[in-house]
């Protein structure tokens, strides 16, 4: 089992960046591939992006391809998602979740979720 907790949230302009860091407990964090998921008041919550177990693998939400990038570090048992050129578009709360192998798009397959950390994107 892993639990994770996401932080780096914040307010921001638009145009500007964020990094979100995904921080997991348990030995075994190398073995799970990472998503990231976001949800704005009232919407369903979306795919972001996400990264194999090893890192060697990542995927991206058409909307964010190109301005925002995922990696981990599992010696530190973290994962990272840099976010450049936000939008106000991308205001939402920011989820991490962990699922053993596999790579997911949709939320319902990953098991294992953070609480969230709220990313806001000013005009």
């Known amino acids: 089992q892993v639990q994770l907790v996401e932080s780096g949230g914040g307010l921001v302009q638009a145009g500007g960046s964020l990094r979100l860091s995904c921080a997991a407990s348990g030995r075994t964090f190398s073995t799970y591939t990472v998503g990231w998921f976001r949800q704005a008041p009232g919407k369903v919550r979306p795919f972001v992006a996400a990264i194999s177990w090893s890192g060697g693998n990542t995927y991206y939400a058409d909307s964010v391809k190109g301005r925002f990038t995922i990696s981990r570090d599992n010696a530190k048992n973290t994962v990272y998602l840099q976010m450049n050129s936000l939008k106000p578009e991308d205001t939402a709360v920011y989820y991490c979740?962990?699922?053993?192998?596999?790579?997911?798009?949709?939320?319902?397959?990953?098991?294992?979720w953070g609480q969230g950390t709220q990313v806001t994107v000013s005009s």
């Open positions: 979740a962990a699922a053993l192998r596999h790579i997911y798009y949709s939320d319902y397959e990953y098991p294992y």
